[in-house]
């Protein structure tokens, strides 16, 4: 059975379909899901909105759904592979997980848990919810924890410093590089130490300013 629903899969609707998705990624990175129309994402495909239903049967909130999952995966493994190549140590896996996602479009996890995930079924938003923790802030939060286990950092609230990490790496996309004159990877790395080593920070200092 398996092997017979495999061959009936169509290459040219597999196509179609991944065209669309492609398309209603951009858009809805850009826009957010209440901005973004069936037409939106059909007329640079030079497709009627209508003909989207084919393929996403329950419309903009299905169609919504898989881009985000899909989407979620992709960073997730290329994450993945980023600590990875990081090496050993903490700094290095983390300044490659700040090198992947500012080669990347902007998660922007508050405007998809503040608005976004609210126009789907719950159950298709906790999914979402789950697989960004579970591929993104979790996988940050072990990589810390594992170098904590290790003696290499201290005690520390490692899944408070995985949400602080990506969030101000996120922060960074709306930095105008042409004016601050310097590259988005190596303000990422900047905040990375900034976080490991501290600002040097003194209360005498403070009194005197």
């Given at each position: ?189 900047e905040l990375i130490d900034v976080i490991l080593k501290g600002i040097d920070y003194e209360e005498d200092r403070d009194a005197g300013g």
């Open positions: 059975m398996a092997s017979r629903a495999k061959l009936s899969v169509n290459p040219r609707a597999e196509e179609s379909r991944s065209r669309i998705l492609d398309s209603a990624e951009g858009l809805f990175a850009h826009r957010g899901f209440d901005s973004v129309t069936l037409r939106d994402i059909a007329a640079p495909l030079g497709l009627r909105h209508a003909s989207l239903y084919y393929h996403f049967p329950a419309g903009k909130e299905e169609l919504f759904a898989e881009v985000m999952e899909r989407n979620i995966r992709r960073h997730g493994a290329g994450l993945a592979a980023a600590i990875e190549a990081g090496g050993t140590r903490l700094r290095g896996k983390l300044r490659g997980a700040a090198g992947w996602f500012l080669s990347q479009a902007p998660i922007d996890l508050i405007r998809m848990a503040e608005s976004d995930l609210k126009a789907l079924d719950p159950k298709a938003a906790r999914k979402l919810m789950e697989l960004v923790y579970e591929l993104i802030l979790g996988r940050l939060q072990r990589t810390i924890e594992d170098s904590r286990a290790s003696g290499e950092v201290g005690p520390c609230d490692a899944g408070l410093l995985a949400g602080g990490i990506l969030g101000m790496v996120e922060s960074l996309h709306s930095v105008p590089v042409a004016i601050v004159g310097r590259e988005r990877y190596a303000m990422g790395c």
